[in-house]
Nanobody, 115 residues
């Protein structure tokens, strides 16, 4: 079992940047893949980015070239650097394992991008 706490969201203008953090309650070294998900109002939750223990990354098409996922196993933390933000990036962002564990969902962190 692991508890995940997201932080770093906020209100930003289009074109701006934010860095999200996900702090885990225990070591994530043994977790094959960690990911960032997001859910916009009225939409399903989607996987935005994923990173494996060895650093292999995946991004959904809409964020490629703008978002960067990273993990610091020593700090049990996963990050999401978001640049060139767009209004359509507005959502609640969550971290979880990939595939996700239903019991691992945290409160998420709200990201709002104004036009």
């Amino acid at each position: 079992q692991v508890q995940l706490v997201e932080s770093g969201g906020g209100l930003v203008q289009a074109g701006g940047s934010l860095r999200l953090s996900c702090a885990a309650s225990r070591s994530i070294f043994s977790i094959d893949a960690m990911g960032w998900y997001r859910q916009a109002p009225g939409q399903q939750r989607e996987l935005v980015a994923r990173i494996t223990t060895f650093g292999t990354t995946y991004y959904t098409y809409s964020v490629k070239g703008r978002f960067t996922i990273s993990r610091d196993n020593a700090k049990n933390t996963v990050y999401l650097q978001m640049n060139s933000l767009k209004p359509e990036d507005t959502a609640v962002y969550y971290c979880n394992t990939v595939p996700f564990g239903n019991s691992y969902w945290g409160q998420g962190t709200q990201v709002t991008v104004s036009s």
